[in-house]
């Protein structure tokens, strides 16, 4: 091999692996999902997706976990839940869905309706996890995602 080779070889390696690497984290970072959270104290309330939220308890199942919430409409878009997902997450950042169960119960604006949602979590974790409601929007804005985290 030639001197010329070896410093072809030394400028254009690097190049031919890091540019492709370089294009991929630029990808990630501007699709990646931002949160703009806000942390509720034991019993106390928060305001997400013109509502009113509250935990009532948080209990574990034989198979994960059970969420009480009450949900406040503060009007009349407050009283939908589509764009409202709610999840359970550990200290680590893993992330369980809850399913709601199905109570035929409407809300209406400034009445308290309770929901209960339930889940499957790992029963090391059961303990350790803490309830989000998550604004989960049809259309996807491009500002971070308000989350509300509630506090056991």
Do not use: C, I
């Not at 034991?42 to 994960?64: I, K």
């Amino acid at each position: 091999m030639t001197a010329r080779a070896a410093v072809a070889l030394a400028v254009l390696l690097p190049l031919a692996v890091g540019a492709p690497l370089w294009e991929q984290l630029r990808y990630y970072d501007r699709h990646r999902v931002r949160e703009a959270v806000t942390t509720v104290p034991p019993g106390g309330s928060g305001v997400l997706d013109h509502a009113s939220w509250r935990l009532l308890s948080l209990g574990r199942t034989a198979t994960g976990v059970r969420v009480r919430l009450a949900k406040t409409p503060l009007d009349q878009d407050g009283v939908s839940n589509l764009e409202v997902v709610v999840d359970v997450r550990d200290r680590s950042g893993r992330r369980w869905m809850l399913r709601e169960d199905l109570s035929g119960a409407f809300s209406r604006p400034g009445h308290a309706e309770t929901m209960t949602l339930r889940g499957d979590v790992p029963a090391g974790v059961a303990d350790q996890v803490e309830p989000e409601v998550r604004h989960s929007p049809l259309k996807p804005a491009p500002r971070p995602v308000p989350v509300l985290r509630f506090r056991r």
